[in-house]
């Protein structure tokens, strides 16, 4: 099972800051399968990022993914008041598909 | 509109069953593969089961292979998740996910129903 870690827990970020949010697996993500996701309180996960670093339909262009093998990494590169949220990743090597513990994003 | 709409979860004790489903609509629903999700609130999602286009191909995660069983009615569009001999561990919020058509990522969740099981 490829484990994915996300450290650190929690950023405290101010809006217009840049934020970077890692992601180690436990072992190497083969073809870039890796996802990114926000997830706000009440509300269902939503993909943002796929293959590592195409972005998902209607998401906007400052959110961006890069990475490969084992290192993975999602930007805001400037955070909006809508921006405050979770952020998950998840790989589709193989079964099973994992997701990391998330790396909550909040104001400062 | 492109939306999944899942009922059938609630409270039950340790060692019963419940019956999840999902409604699809929007899209084909033949032409996906689809999976259930479930997330502890506070923790990260965890894939449970999925199952391709036609049914032929089923996986589940090993905590619940013997217990669950995903199935889908692609006439009425309905993708259905039956829990058996349940557990307290298996009180989660459960989310029904389309995966992309072309990759493994999933690009549409459901709102999600919850199953809570304790006595």
């Known amino acids: 099972e490829i484990v994915l870690t996300q450290s650190p827990g929690t950023l405290s970020l101010s809006p217009g800051d840049r934020a970077t949010l890692p992601c180690r697996a436990s072992?190497?993500?083969?073809?870039?399968?890796l996802a990114w996701y926000q997830q706000k309180p009440g509300q269902a996960p939503r993909l943002l990022i796929y293959?590592?670093?195409s972005r998902a339909s209607g998401i906007p262009d400052r959110f961006s993914g890069s990475g490969s093998g084992t290192d993975f990494t999602l930007t805001i590169s400037r955070l909006e008041p809508e921006d405050f949220a979770v952020y998950y990743c998840?790989?589709?090597?193989?079964?099973?598909?994992?997701f990391g513990q998330g790396t909550k994003v909040e104001v400062k | 509109e492109v939306q999944l709409v899942e009922s059938g979860g609630g409270l039950v004790q340790p060692g019963g069953s419940l019956r999840l489903s999902c409604a699809a609509s929007?899209?084909?629903?033949?032409?996906?593969?689809m999976h259930w999700v479930r997330q502890v609130p506070g923790k990260g999602p965890v894939w449970v089961a999925r199952?391709?286009?036609?049914?032929?191909?089923?996986l589940y995660v090993d905590s619940v292979k013997g217990r669950f069983t995903i199935s889908r009615d692609n006439a009425k569009s309905t993708l259905y998740l039956q829990m058996n001999s349940l557990r307290a561990e298996d009180t989660a919020l459960y989310y029904c996910?389309?995966?992309?058509?072309?990759?493994?990522?999933?690009?549409?969740w459901g709102r999600g129903t919850l199953v809570t099981v304790s006595s």
């Open positions: 929007g899209f084909t629903f033949t032409s996906y593969w």
């Open positions: 998840q790989h589709y090597v193989n079964t099973p598909w994992t």
């Open positions: 996910v389309r995966r992309d058509a072309g990759g493994g990522y999933y690009d549409l």
């Open positions: 293959d590592a670093s």
């Open positions: 199952m391709n286009s036609d049914g032929s191909s089923i």
């Open positions: 072992q190497r993500i083969t073809n870039n399968y």
